[in-house]
């Protein structure tokens, strides 16, 4: 599985867009881009997912680049309940592999 | 509701004593795994069962043995539990594995494990 790069923390005002890098350079042709997130002490939550083209939900929005060699996750309206670590994954087998994520601090 | 439930959410206990963690999921998911989440918050894979087999075991001490009674169980059980046991344990599940596919995993909500 290809390893990912995220800064270790960033901040975001509440009601701003909050934009999450991550770079995959060596990503390969079948593996996703997966976005989850850990709030404090709970479950890791899945957000979205995407291979090729940009995908949208009701949580954020995944734009992968055309060399797909880095995506950006975004929360259009971050509150503070968005506070959490993200982790980018790229996946290709049948397991997730968690690196350090990016700690997001969303304050008033 | 539909989820991923964990039993207990806290634990503790004594070095040396052998000590159960149950999980269960009511997705209808035929893939379940279990994490561990250091105290340095690293997230890392133990094993995954599909369909109550073993199909991921990433070099795990044998004191910890995966039991899958059926696709929608899976429980950890460990045995002479050792101070650097102490971690979170999370199940997780989702349908279907293989290179490439596009499906989540549902987490539950952690056991806290202390060894004192």
């Known amino acids: 599985d290809a390893k990912t790069t995220q800064p270790p923390s960033m901040d975001c005002a509440e009601g701003r867009a909050a934009n999450l890098p991550c770079n995959h350079s060596?990503?390969?042709?079948?593996?996703?881009v997966y976005w989850y997130r850990q709030i404090h002490s709970q479950g890791p939550q899945y957000i979205i997912h995407?291979?090729?083209n940009n995908e949208t939900n009701e949580m954020a929005s995944l734009i992968i680049t055309e060399d797909r060699k880095s995506s950006t996750l975004i929360l259009p309206h971050a509150t503070l309940r968005d506070t959490a670590v993200y982790y980018c994954?790229?996946?290709?087998?049948?397991?997730?592999?968690f690196g350090t994520g990016t700690r997001l601090q969303v304050f008033p | 509701d539909t989820a991923v439930s964990q039993t207990p959410k806290y634990l503790v206990t004594q070095m040396g004593n052998d000590k159960s963690i149950k999980c269960e999921q009511n997705?209808?998911?035929?893939?379940m795994y279990w994490y561990k989440q250091d105290s340095k918050k690293f997230l890392k894979i133990m094993f995954s069962?599909?369909?109550?087999?073993?199909?991921i075991n990433e070099t795990v001490p044998n004191r910890f043995s995966p039991k899958s009674p059926d696709k929608a169980h899976l429980n950890l059980h460990i045995n002479s539990l050792e101070l650097g046991d102490s971690a979170v344990y999370f199940c997780?599940?989702?349908?279907?594995?293989?290179?490439?596919?596009?499906?989540?995993?549902?987490f539950g909500s952690g056991t806290r494990l202390t060894v004192v």
């Open positions: 997780a599940s989702s349908q279907g594995h293989g290179r490439g596919l596009g499906y989540g995993y549902t």
């Open positions: 060596t990503i390969s042709g079948n593996e996703y």
């Open positions: 995407g291979l090729k």
């Open positions: 994954i790229v996946r290709g087998t049948d397991k997730l592999i």
């Open positions: 997705l209808g998911h035929d893939t």
């Open positions: 069962y599909n369909n109550k087999e073993l199909i």
